[in-house]
């Protein structure tokens, strides 16, 4: 099956540092994913569409500048949360549409992001 | 637009007993329907889904799910509940024709007592 991996799996940073989350479709070409963020005891918010090749498209109320998406390979998005503050502190989850049905996603096993 | 209502943010039963963890949508296009579990502290794992065809679906660990499109429910049930299964339980939406988003319902905590 489709599986996909995220890098790292929890990090801790400083407030105001850059912090950079991978999500790679391993075994299949993903030319979308999403990035989802969960904060505790809630549900899964889409946050913003990784499009290969040219820019993410937004959820309403997310920061573009903030959350920066780079879509740069088949099999690669990067999502990049710049000068962090400790309400950023989040579990960010993506997932990849398979190839049998482009509307079932196969998620990662998620991102714990702590901000000091 | 779809939009996804789970009723109880937490559901406990004893082990051995049925699960039920109702899961109620909206969709403006026939849907696409999963459960989705999830464990602490990781990602979501996919416990059955109904796309088209028969709307009584199987998936994994015991779990079904019948999709009922006069009530618009896709509940999902467990005849005997084990300790394994205590994690938080999302039902999620899309619709079936073009490119729609997946939409979570606020997910089921369920608790299993010995």
């Known amino acids: 099956g489709a599986v996909v991996s995220q890098h790292p799996s929890w990090v801790i940073c400083k407030s105001g540092t850059s912090v950079k989350i991978e999500c790679r479709s391993l075994?299949?070409?993903?030319?979308?994913m999403f990035w989802y963020r969960q904060f505790p005891k809630q549900s899964l918010m889409l946050m913003a569409t990784?499009?290969?090749?040219?820019?993410?498209?937004?959820e309403q109320g997310v920061e573009k500048d903030k959350f920066l998406i780079n879509h740069a390979s088949l099999t690669l998005s990067t999502l990049t949360v710049t000068s962090a503050h400790p309400e950023d502190s989040s579990f960010y989850i993506c997932?990849?549409?398979?190839?049998?049905?482009?509307?079932?996603?196969?998620f990662g096993p998620g991102t714990r992001l702590t901000v000091l | 637009a779809q939009s996804v209502t789970q009723l109880g943010s937490h559901v406990s039963v004893s082990e051995g007993a049925l699960v039920l963890l109702r899961c109620n949508y909206s969709?403006?296009?026939?849907?696409?329907l999963f459960w989705y579990v999830q464990y602490p502290n990781q990602g979501l794992q996919l416990l059955l889904k109904?796309?088209?065809?028969?709307?009584l679906v199987k998936g994994i660990n015991g779990f079904e799910a019948e999709f009922k499109k006069s009530e618009t429910s896709f509940h999902l049930t467990k005849p005997s509940a084990h300790m394994s299964d205590a994690a938080e339980y999302f039902c999620a939406v899309t619709g079936s024709t073009g490119f729609q988003k997946l939409v979570f319902g606020t997910g089921t905590r369920l608790l299993v007592s010995p």
């Open positions: 990784s499009n290969e090749g040219s820019k993410a498209t937004y």
């Open positions: 997932s990849a549409p398979g190839l049998a049905s482009y509307n079932e996603q196969f």
């Open positions: 109904y796309t088209t065809g028969a709307t």
């Open positions: 969709s403006s296009v026939p849907p696409y």
């Open positions: 075994d299949f070409q993903a030319t979308t």
